[in-house]
Structures are given as C-alpha cells and as structure tokens.
C-alpha cells in the first residue's frame, strides 16, 4: 500500500513539473525553435535588416515590396520580359478601365440613350410635309443593303455581348447574381470572339461601298448652318448629309480602331507585350462605347424618327418628295437622270407607299 | 436528374426519334405521291438525267452565275461550314460516339472549327439578310422559313457561347435548342436538306428524258 502511494505521489510531481515546464516556453518559442522574438518596431525592421541574423539578413518585406514596383532582376532566358516578376502597368490598366472608362463609357451611353428618347418625345416622328408622288428614285443597291444590315445584326450581337463583358459586373451581377453573370459572360464573350472578325470582314466591304458619297463636300455645312436636324424646314444636302458623313467616318475611324485591337485581342501574342494588349483593350472599350452611343441616334432616326428613312434600307428605293425634302441636291441630281425603275418590284413596293400613305 | 442529363438523355432520344420517323415519314409520303406517266418517248434516259441532276445542280448554269452569285456563295459558306462544324468538332464526335455511333475520327483542331463556325455564321446571316431586303424573297418567305434560320442560327450561336464547355447551363441549352431544331426539322422547309435529292432527280429525269442536260 505504501509503495503504491509512493509511486502514484511521485507520477502527480512528475505531472506538475512537465505542466509548469510546459507554461513557462512562450508561444513563439512553441512554433518554431529557430524564430526570433520581435517586440518593438525598431527591431522589427532597421534599414532593411533583420536581428538576430537567423534567416539572412536582407527584410522580405523589402523585397517583395521591390517585386510589386516592378523592379526588374536579371535572367539568363532570351525573353528578358520575364525579369520582371510583377508588371504595374496591369494595375494601372486595371484602375483605368473600372475607372474613367467604365464611369465616362456608362455615362456617356446612358446619355446617349436618354438624349435620343428625349429628342423623340421633344421632336417627335420627322414626317414628310408633302404628299408622297408615287415615283420613287433608287437610294441604295442591293449589295448596299445586304452589306448594311449584315453589318448591322453583327454589330447588335457584338455590341450587346461587348456591354455584358465590360459592364456586366457592375449594371448586372446585382441584379442576376454572381452565378448568372458567370454564365451570360462566358457565353457572351465566346461569341464575341467568334463573330469578330466576320464583323471586321463585313465592315471593310461596307466602308469601302460607302465610301464615294461620304466624302466631305461643298455644301455640308450648309446643312449644319441653317440647323440641321433641328431645323423646321429641312436644309438642302447631297445624298448624306453632315450627320450622316460624320457618322460613316465615326463608324472608319472607330470601327478601323476595334478592329486592329480586336485582332490584337484574340491573338495577344501580337503586340509582343503585355503593355500592348492592355493598351489594345483600352482603345477596343473607347472606340466601342464611342460607336455604341452613336449607333443609338443612328438607329433611331433610321428605324422611327425619319419617315420613309426605313424603305431606303429596305427596298432601296426612296419616293421623290422624301429625296427632295431630305436630300434636295442628290435628289435633283437623280431625277435628272431618269431611272428606269417601272417594274422592279422594290420600287413598286415603294411606290405604293403613295397609295396607302 | 439535371436539365443538363433531361436534355442529353430522355429529351435528346425523343427528340432524335421524331427527326427520324417524322423525316422517313415524310419521305415516303412525297415517294407515295407518285408523278403522272409521261407519255412522250423518251430520247434519253431519264434515270441518267436524275443522276446527273444531282451533280450538276451543285452549281448554277452559266448563263445564271452573276444572278445567284449571292447566295450561291452564302449558301456554300453556311453549308460547308456547319456540316463541318457539325461533323468534325471535337464536342460533337465526342457527343456522337457516345450517343449515336461508337466510331472514331480525328476532330478539327480549334482553329479549323473557329473558322468554319465563321464561315457557316457569315453564310446563315447573309442568306436572311437576303431574305429580308430582297422584294422577292421577303414576298416568297413565310413564317416558316423565318423560324427555321432563327433555330439554326441560334443552335448554333449557343452551341458557340458554350465553347468553353465549362459552364453546364450554356451546353444544357445549345442541347435544348438542337432537341427543339430536330423536332421542327421533318416538319418545316429544314426538310430540304433531305428533299433536295428528290427534287433535283424529278427535275433531272424529266429534262433528261427530253435529251435535255439537267
């Protein structure tokens, strides 16, 4: 009995011992037995030295500091690119294109869209003042036609899967979600992958049917000057007029601008790089945002505002009070030239407007 | 069950069941109509007019090539490139083989099937680009004709969107519309892709019968 009371006395101070032992070694002796105690900022870090010489005397904190400046260190590979571990600019791109860009693109599309319904309700459907003749005069070619809304329907598609793309983060995950915005973004930028370039294809062959009567003339800014849209009585122009020549060099310059970028985006080992195709983005998103603001008048006055606008697109032909009122100098033009128009059957279409109007 | 499995399996099998039996079904039906006994004697072999037909309407007569220029180009582009996109895409082989027949054969490499899918894009848009801006075909096109390019075109706009292949629901729904697209397919104008044979091998036997080249 004795023993046992002995044995089990001196398990209990073996016990006590190893427990006090145990209490007495500090945390950050507990985790690692080669760390330094750090207890105040002047130890932490001075000019760049660690105390205690334990892990190298050179501060991480200085390094990696380095690293995320973009310093640049050395490599024995051709691509001396890889030097540098971490590249700014991406943060500058980054901070450009969800700031000033995204703040004054998403302005300046809703105050498109806001100023085009404005100007309907304001000004309304332009109509003809006089009574349609029934004769009409050819305003666009087939090929024009096709080219036009080819061009037109993939110019929607990829303006609408370009918007998801650059704004859906901010105008749509708060309303569908993170999960839906993951899904409509992957699928809208697929699309606009694919379709891009059929689109850069469509719009060379369209600029170039375009181009002859888009040039800047004599008597473009007689238009502008006695008001333009705006005026009451509609100024004489010739077969565009300043808005629509502005338009159509708008629709080269930007469309010229997201093309190269486009192509520059789908293979971004063009440039050579990461600066380029960051600065491709950025020229890609302006352009885009610059064309998509001014689409929104485009359409609107082709598709409602103007009328008899449509059926130039459409069947080709215009009637010629619509030619005289809009575009008064082609228009005098071409029905001096006496089309010989009876019986194609888009000019009897438009024709027959006169009858129904 | 997913969508994703509804439509790959119950949804697909149905689907696939009344393309065949609605397309047989309509085939025997124009085969049951017959055609009236022609009673001229012939100068030539009509069953070789129907061959050659076949062949030789793969491209317009001369005097027609600047006229159909258009959509001949389209049409090549649009068919071409979705048979090829159909056929020789990675995804679909894959889909085939475990749904259809279990053959093996080499898919195009990414870029083949990004440049055919193009092509077959350009081609469709154009096609009903003409549809709508030409007097006559806007007259001729029905309802019909306008809900067969819009099906296709957008199996094939979704079946693009899900080419990552890694979102479940953007593959769940290019298989819905392809299911939608083969149910539609015996009973629309989508028939042609069979019909034509018959169409060019009547034209072909009646012309070559005359001693006429089809």
């Given at each position: 009995?004795?023993?046992?009371?002995?044995?089990?006395?001196?398990?209990?101070?073996?016990?006590?011992?190893?427990?006090?032992?145990?209490?007495?070694?500090?945390?950050?002796?507990?985790?690692s037995?080669?760390?330094?105690?750090?207890?105040?900022?002047?130890?932490?870090?001075?000019?760049?030295?660690?105390?205690?010489?334990?892990?190298?005397?050179?501060?991480?904190?200085?390094?990696?500091?380095?690293?995320?400046?973009?310093e640049?260190?050395?490599v024995?590979?051709?691509?001396?690119?890889?030097?540098?571990?971490?590249?700014?600019?991406?943060?500058?791109?980054?901070?450009?294109r969800?700031?000033?860009?995204?703040?004054w693109?998403?302005?300046?599309?809703?105050?498109?869209?806001?100023?085009?319904?404005?100007?309907?309700?304001?000004?309304?459907?332009f109509?003809?003042?006089?009574?349609?003749?029934?004769?009409?005069?050819?305003?666009?070619?087939?090929?024009e036609?096709?080219?036009h809304?080819?061009?037109?329907?993939?110019?929607?598609?990829?303006?609408?899967?370009?918007?998801v793309?650059?704004?859906?983060?901010?105008?749509?995950?708060?309303?569908?979600?993170?999960?839906?915005?993951?899904?409509?973004?992957?699928?809208?930028?697929?699309?606009?992958?694919?379709?891009?370039?059929?689109?850069?294809?469509?719009?060379?062959?369209?600029?170039?049917?375009?181009?002859?009567?888009?040039?800047?003339?004599?008597?473009?800014?007689?238009?502008?000057?006695?008001?333009?849209?705006?005026?009451?009585?509609?100024?004489?122009?010739?077969?565009?007029?300043?808005g629509?020549?502005?338009?159509y060099?708008?629709?080269?310059?930007?469309?010229?601008?997201?093309?190269?970028?486009?192509?520059?985006?789908?293979?971004?080992?063009?440039?050579?790089?990461?600066?380029?195709?960051?600065?491709?983005?950025?020229?890609?998103?302006v352009?885009?945002i610059?064309?998509?603001?001014?689409?929104l008048?485009?359409?609107?006055?082709?598709?409602?505002?103007?009328?008899?606008?449509?059926?130039?697109?459409?069947?080709?032909?215009?009637?010629?009070?619509?030619?005289?009122?809009?575009?008064?100098?082609?228009?005098?033009?071409?029905?001096?030239?006496?089309?010989?128009?009876?019986?194609?059957?888009?000019?009897?279409?438009?024709?027959?407007?006169a009858?129904?109007? | 069950?997913?969508?994703?499995?509804v439509?790959?399996?119950?949804?697909?099998?149905?689907?696939a069941?009344?393309?065949?039996i609605?397309?047989?079904?309509?085939?025997?039906?124009?085969?049951?109509l017959?055609?009236?006994?022609?009673?001229?004697?012939?100068?030539?072999?009509?069953?070789?007019?129907?061959?050659k037909?076949?062949?030789?309407?793969?491209?317009?007569?001369g005097?027609?090539?600047?006229?159909?220029?258009?959509?001949?180009?389209?049409g090549?582009?649009?068919?071409?490139?979705l048979?090829?996109?159909?056929?020789f895409?990675?995804?679909?082989?894959?889909?085939i083989?475990?749904?259809?027949?279990?053959?093996?054969?080499t898919?195009?490499p990414?870029?083949?099937?990004?440049?055919?899918?193009?092509?077959?894009?350009?081609?469709l848009?154009?096609?009903?680009?003409?549809?709508?801006?030409?007097?006559?075909?806007?007259?001729?096109?029905?309802?019909?004709?306008?809900?067969?390019?819009?099906?296709?075109?957008?199996?094939?706009?979704?079946?693009?969107?899900a080419l990552?292949?890694?979102?479940?629901?953007?593959?769940?729904?290019?298989?819905?519309?392809?299911?939608?697209?083969?149910?539609?397919?015996?009973?629309?104008?989508?028939?042609?892709?069979?019909?034509?044979?018959?169409?060019?091998?009547?034209?072909?036997?009646?012309?070559?019968?005359?001693?006429?080249?089809?």
């Amino acid at each position: 009995m004795r023993g046992t009371a002995t044995l089990r006395l001196t398990r209990l101070l073996g016990f006590a011992g190893i427990l006090l032992w145990g209490l007495s070694v500090s945390p950050v002796q507990a985790e690692s037995p080669n760390s330094v105690r750090l207890s105040t900022p002047d130890q932490v870090q001075s000019d760049g030295t660690v105390p205690g010489n334990v892990l190298g005397n050179t501060s991480d904190a200085d390094f990696w500091r380095g690293v995320n400046h973009g310093e640049v260190g050395k490599v024995s590979i051709p691509d001396k690119k890889a030097a540098v571990m971490i590249n700014r600019t991406g943060e500058t791109w980054r901070n450009v294109r969800t700031g000033p860009v995204m703040l004054w693109g998403g302005l300046l599309i809703g105050g498109a869209l806001l100023s085009v319904v404005g100007f309907g309700i304001v000004y309304g459907k332009f109509k003809l003042h006089g009574p349609r003749t029934g004769r009409v005069i050819p305003r666009f070619s087939q090929p024009e036609r096709w080219v036009h809304w080819f061009v037109a329907g993939l110019f929607m598609i990829l303006g609408l899967s370009g918007l998801v793309i650059m704004f859906g983060r901010t105008v749509l995950k708060p309303i569908i979600g993170a999960d839906a915005l993951s899904i409509m973004a992957n699928a809208s930028l697929q699309a606009h992958n694919l379709l891009g370039p059929i689109f850069i294809v469509a719009l060379v062959i369209m600029l170039v049917l375009y181009l002859k009567d888009n040039i800047y003339q004599n008597g473009d800014f007689v238009w502008a000057f006695k008001g333009g849209f705006f005026s009451s009585h509609h100024p004489p122009s010739w077969k565009y007029n300043l808005g629509e020549k502005s338009w159509y060099w708008l629709l080269f310059f930007a469309g010229g601008a997201i093309s190269v970028s486009g192509v520059v985006l789908i293979f971004p080992t063009l440039p050579g790089d990461v600066q380029g195709l960051q600065l491709s983005q950025i020229v890609h998103v302006v352009s885009a945002i610059a064309l998509i603001s001014a689409s929104l008048g485009h359409i609107y006055l082709g598709v409602w505002g103007v009328e008899g606008a449509l059926d130039s697109m459409t069947l080709g032909y215009v009637d010629e009070t619509w030619g005289l009122e809009h575009h008064r100098w082609w228009a005098e033009l071409e029905i001096k030239k006496d089309h010989l128009v009876e019986g194609a059957p888009d000019a009897v279409l438009a024709a027959n407007k006169a009858e129904n109007s | 069950m997913t969508f994703l499995e509804v439509v790959e399996g119950p949804l697909w099998y149905l689907s696939a069941t009344i393309f065949v039996i609605g397309a047989a079904w309509k085939v025997l039906g124009i085969l049951r109509l017959g055609r009236k006994r022609d009673l001229s004697i012939p100068r030539a072999s009509a069953s070789i007019g129907a061959f050659k037909a076949q062949f030789l309407h793969f491209v317009p007569h001369g005097g027609f090539t600047f006229r159909t220029i258009y959509h001949l180009v389209a049409g090549y582009m649009f068919h071409i490139g979705l048979f090829v996109v159909m056929l020789f895409a990675a995804p679909h082989i894959s889909f085939i083989q475990g749904n259809i027949i279990n053959l093996e054969w080499t898919p195009l490499p990414y870029w083949g099937f990004i440049v055919a899918a193009q092509f077959a894009f350009a081609g469709l848009i154009l096609l009903w680009v003409r549809r709508i801006s030409d007097p006559v075909m806007i007259k001729i096109s029905d309802r019909d004709d306008h809900i067969g390019s819009w099906l296709t075109f957008l199996v094939m706009l979704t079946g693009c969107m899900a080419l990552q292949e890694s979102v479940e629901a953007l593959r769940a729904t290019h298989m819905l519309l392809v299911d939608l697209w083969l149910i539609y397919f015996p009973f629309s104008r989508l028939m042609h892709a069979v019909t034509f044979a018959f169409s060019r091998g009547y034209t072909g036997a009646f012309f070559g019968r005359r001693g006429i080249v089809p």
